[in-house]
């Protein structure tokens, strides 16, 4: 598992987890292997200037098996990470930490989602009850994931609404969407 801790204590009332392809950026089956493959939603870069400006901390936990897949070295994983965290802050938005699992699928680990390995590791860090704390993904992974983390797992369907949906999620099409409901302003 890889740490990446902006703040060790946020000034922060609640906390969400945030998945990070698909969700604050555009995915690709090809997997986001560098900075120029980066392309944020317009939608998720005003929705982390919300959850700041609502005091929320935002922890990013993301799968990235392409560094174990040999697709992209480190150098280029943490210069991705370095430019996308400073675009969010040139935005008026912040994170508090980001959790990243490097792992293949057959490694087994017990952080890659759906395991709840990551949400676990961000709990103990943070003071943020999980039971509380909404995970906002795009994947039936990150829904088990949440649910395994005893988190409350909301799905994000870009491309619109189709297909089964698991039951007694919340579904949203957009990310501001999904803050807007799920963090409501208070004037």
Not at 137 to 148: F, Q, Y
Request: aromatic share 10%.
């Amino acid at each position: 598992m890889i740490v990446w801790i902006n703040h060790v204590e946020p000034d922060v009332s609640r906390f969400v987890f945030l998945d990070r392809d698909g969700v604050l950026n555009r995915d690709s089956p090809h997997y986001i292997k560098s900075w120029d493959e980066f392309h944020f939603y317009p939608d998720a870069l005003d929705a982390l200037r919300i959850l700041r400006e609502r005091r929320v901390g935002v922890v990013v936990v993301s799968n990235q098996s392409a560094l174990n897949r040999g697709l992209m070295g480190f150098d280029a994983f943490f210069e991705l990470h370095r430019n996308m965290a400073a675009e969010i802050r040139r935005y008026g938005g912040d994170i508090t930490a980001a959790f990243f699992c490097p792992h293949r699928p057959d490694e087994g680990c017990q952080c890659r989602k759906p395991a709840p390995g990551m949400l676990r590791a961000a709990a103990r860090l943070y003071p943020l009850d999980p039971s509380q704390t909404f995970f906002v993904g795009d994947k039936v992974s990150d829904l088990d994931a949440a649910r395994n983390a005893g988190c409350r797992p909301v799905l994000l369907r870009r491309d619109g609404i189709s297909g089964p949906l698991p039951a007694h999620v919340p579904i949203y099409t957009t990310l501001l969407d999904a803050v807007e409901d799920l963090f409501p302003g208070t004037g």
